[in-house]
């Protein structure tokens, strides 16, 4: 596999931003790949995967691009007050990965996932964006900060001026993302959490939402904390149900 980062200027930033990109670089594997497009935690940046996680190896021998874009500690939105993420990501990002790479640049050929917050933005953004992505998976995701709002700003002291005071059953909430949207356009989903993870209430509720609205999905909990132990582990999961959705084979 080759690595590079690229640094771009992010029209919706306003600002030069970077990603990093792993790709292969055998001839033998096919072209056009697909793109997983992995997101960071709260703490984290765009260099985090590659320097916690074995995710090169994990990918190798697969028509499959990783993505790993910056996205600050901007939750993955459009801030009320603020940097607009989302469009990074959805426009920028994906755009530039698009005209850049012979990738397959449409629905079925690319997913999103993240852990904590890149849980919580690739459910998200990929709920809100079911035309570009056919796969979604979340480790760990903050699914419920919006309905804890006094939590939420304790964790992230931006979380207000992003979101605003009131931001359960908004835009941004994945549970009112999910009940109003088509349910005959959700991506498959696939939802894991640790059993000692802080953040297992939001999963379960989350889980519980959607077996209420009939909505198909794979949720799982495994032994195991918020930390990358953790995530290095189950990210494998993450690329196979992948691997499944977008019809990857390996070479």
């Keep these: 596999m080759a690595f590079s980062t690229i640094n771009y200027f992010s029209k919706s930033l306003k600002k030069a931003s970077s990603f990093n990109i792993v790709f292969p670089d ?22 985090i995967w590659m320097r ?11 028509p499959l691009v990783v993505v790993m874009p910056d996205g600050g500690r901007g939750w993955y939105a459009n801030a009320q007050a ?20 012979p990738v397959r640049a449409e629905r079925s050929g690319r997913a999103i ?22 796969s979604i998976n979340s480790h760990s995701g903050a699914l419920g900060m919006l309905h804890n709002i006094d939590e939420a700003k304790k ?12 931001p359960k059953d908004g835009p941004e909430d994945p549970f009112a993302i999910v009940t109003k949207m088509d349910h005959g356009k959700i991506p498959p ?21 959607l077996e209420k609205l009939h909505i198909a999905h794979e949720y799982k909990e495994f032994s195991g904390g918020h930390n990358w132990e953790y995530w290095d582990l189950h990210v494998r999961e993450a690329i196979a149900f992948h691997v499944k959705n977008l019809g990857i084979k390996k070479s």
């Excluded at 603020?82 to 790479?101: I, P």
């Excluded at 996932?113 to 056919?134: D, Q, T």
């Design 189 to 209: 989903m696939l939802i894991d959490c640790g059993t000692e993870d802080f953040l297992l209430a939001q999963n379960r509720g989350f889980h519980e939402h």
């Design 82 to 101: 603020g940097d607009a993420y989302e469009d990074d990501l959805v426009n920028d990002v994906v755009g530039l990965v698009d005209r850049t790479f």
């Design 113 to 134: 996932g993240g852990l904590s917050m890149g849980g919580y933005g690739a459910v998200k953004v990929g709920l809100k964006h079911p035309e570009i992505f056919g």
């Design 155 to 166: 964790l992230s002291p931006e979380f207000e001026r992003i979101f605003g005071a009131s």
């Design 52 to 62: 916690r996680t074995s995710i090169e190896r994990y990918v190798a021998g697969f």
């Design 26 to 47: 055998d001839a033998a594997i096919p072209r056009p790949w697909s793109v997983f497009y992995l997101l960071h935690g709260l703490s984290d940046d765009h260099t």
